[in-house]
C-alpha cells in the first residue's frame, strides 16, 4: 500500500469525492437512484483499482454487489439497506483517509468490511483471498490500450525526424500520450514498464536540446516503438513481461549510445601527439563558466545514492543497463564542475570521478560487477552530499580516491 504521496493524495480526493456524492444519495428519505447507486459505487472500485489500493477495491467491489442487488431487485431498498449503505460508506470513508498511513490492521478492517457487505447483499459470504499476482484484467485492457497509442506516437516520431530533424511537435505529442501510463501507480510491479518509459523520456528531452538530432534518434524512437509493442502486448495478455527479450536490450542499447555511455568522456588532451609538443600553438580564451555551489554538489550526491539503490534493486541485467543511463547528465554536469579553474580542487575532483566512473560504465566494467560500482556511487553520493558541512578541500580528497580507485582517465588539468 505504500505508493508515492502525490498519488495516494489525489486517490484520497477522488475517492471522497465519490463517496460524499454516495452519503447523500444513500442518505436520503427516498429510495436513490439504482443506476446512480451502482454507477458511484463502481468509479470508486475503479479509482481504488487504478491507484492500486487492493484492501479498498475488494470492500468497494462488495459495495458495488449491494448496489447491483438493489438495483436488480434481489435486494429491497428497505431501512435495513439503507442502514447496511450508510455504515458501509462512512467505513469506507475512514479507510480511505487511512491510505497515507496504511497498516496490516487496516488491510484486516478492509477484507472483514468487504466479506460483511457480501454477506448482507444476497450473495454467499466468503474469505477474501489475497489479490492474484500481476494486474487485474481492467489494468491489463489500460496498459495494452495506452501502450498502442504511446507505440504508435513514438513510431510517428520516429519517421517525422527521419524526414525533419527539427520536427519537435510530435516529441511533444509523445509526452501528452505518456501521460496515463506514467500516472498508473501499478506500474512499478511490471518491470521493464518503468524503465522503458524513463527512457522514452529522457530520450524525449535530451532530443528537444540538441541542435543537431540526425544523430541516431529516429532509429531510437522506432526501436522504442517496437519494444513498447511487444512489452504492452506481453503485459496485456500474460499479466508480466519479459525484460529481456531482444527488443528490450536493443532499446536499451540504443538509449545507451545515444547518451553516449557507450564511450568514456574524451577530452582535447587525449587528442595530441604523444610528444614533448608544444601542443596548443596558440591560447584560447576559456568560456565563461559559473562554478558549481555547494547545494549542487549534495543535489548530485542524491541522485549518485539514488541510482545506486536502484542497481541494487534491479533484477535482470537489461533493467540495469536501463537504470544506468540516469548516470549521464549527473557525469556531464561533475565534468563540467572541473572547468571552474584552478582555485577549484573540488571542481577538478568532482571531473576526475565522472570520468572515471563514466569509463567503468563504458567499458563494461560498472554492470559487470553492479554491487561493488553501486556502492561506489553511493559512497561517492555520500561524500558530495558533506559539500555544505565539510570543507571543500577534505570533500575533494576523499572523492579523488574514490575516483583513484575506479581507475580510468586521470583529471583534466587546471587551465
Avoid: C
Wanted: charged share 25%; net charge negative.
Amino acid at each position: 500500500m505504500n505508493q508515492k504521496l502525490g498519488m495516494a493524495e489525489f486517490f484520497a480526493m477522488e475517492a471522497g469525492e465519490y463517496l460524499e456524492r454516495l452519503d447523500a444519495l444513500v442518505s436520503a428519505p427516498d429510495p436513490p437512484s439504482a443506476d446512480e447507486f451502482q454507477r458511484l459505487a463502481r468509479a470508486l472500485r475503479g479509482a481504488a483499482l487504478m491507484a492500486n489500493q487492493q484492501p479498498i477495491a475488494a470492500a468497494s467491489g462488495a459495495f458495488e454487489q449491494l448496489a447491483r442487488a438493489v438495483r436488480d431487485g434481489s435486494r429491497p431498498w428497505d431501512e435495513a439497506t439503507r442502514q447496511l449503505a450508510i455504515r458501509t460508506v462512512d467505513d469506507l470513508k475512514v479507510l480511505v483517509r487511512r491510505v497515507r498511513e496504511w497498516t496490516d490492521d487496516d488491510t484486516a478492517r478492509a477484507h472483514d468490511l468487504a466479506n460483511a457487505v457480501q454477506g448482507m447483499s444476497g450473495r454467499p459470504s466468503a474469505p477474501l483471498r489475497a489479490p492474484p499476482s500481476g494486474p487485474d484484467p481492467g489494468t491489463r485492457a489500460f496498459i495494452g490500450r495506452e501502450g498502442a497509442s504511446l507505440a504508435s506516437a513514438l513510431d510517428l516520431a520516429a519517421k517525422s525526424l527521419s524526414q525533419n530533424p527539427q520536427a519537435h511537435e510530435p516529441l511533444q505529442s509523445v509526452l501528452s500520450v505518456m501521460q496515463p501510463l506514467r500516472g498508473l501507480a501499478s506500474l512499478s510491479d511490471l518491470p521493464p514498464m518503468p524503465e522503458l518509459l524513463e527512457g522514452i523520456e529522457a530520450v524525449v528531452s535530451e532530443t528537444m536540446k540538441r541542435q543537431d538530432t540526425e544523430h541516431g534518434a529516429s532509429e531510437v524512437f522506432a526501436s522504442g516503438a517496437a519494444a513498447l509493442s511487444v512489452v504492452t502486448r506481453q503485459v496485456s495478455t500474460e499479466g508480466k513481461a519479459d525484460a529481456e527479450s531482444e527488443e528490450v536490450r536493443g532499446f536499451a542499447a540504443l538509449v545507451r549510445r545515444y547518451f553516449e555511455l557507450d564511450q568514456p568522456i574524451r577530452h582535447i588532451e587525449s587528442l595530441y601527439f604523444d610528444d614533448a609538443g608544444p601542443h596548443v600553438i596558440e591560447q584560447g580564451t576559456a568560456p565563461p563558466q559559473l562554478a558549481m555551489t555547494g547545494v549542487e554538489f549534495v543535489s548530485h550526491g542524491e541522485r549518485l545514492r539514488q541510482i545506486a539503490d536502484a542497481l541494487d534493486e534491479a533484477k535482470s541485467p537489461t533493467i540495469r543497463e536501463f537504470r544506468s543511463h540516469g548516470l549521464a547528465g549527473t557525469f556531464r554536469a561533475l565534468d563540467a564542475a572541473g572547468g571552474g579553474g584552478a582555485e577549484s580542487p573540488l571542481g577538478h575532483a568532482a571531473a576526475a570521478f565522472a570520468r572515471a566512473a563514466w569509463s567503468a560504465v563504458a567499458e563494461g566494467r560498472a554492470l559487470e560487477d553492479t554491487t561493488a560500482f553501486a556502492a561506489v556511487l553511493r559512497e561517492a553520493g555520500a561524500v558530495l552530499s558533506t559539500t555544505s558541512d565539510a570543507t571543500a578541500d577534505t570533500v575533494a580528497q576523499r572523492l579523488g580516491t574514490i575516483a583513484g580507485g575506479l581507475g580510468g582517465p586521470p583529471p583534466p588539468p587546471p587551465p
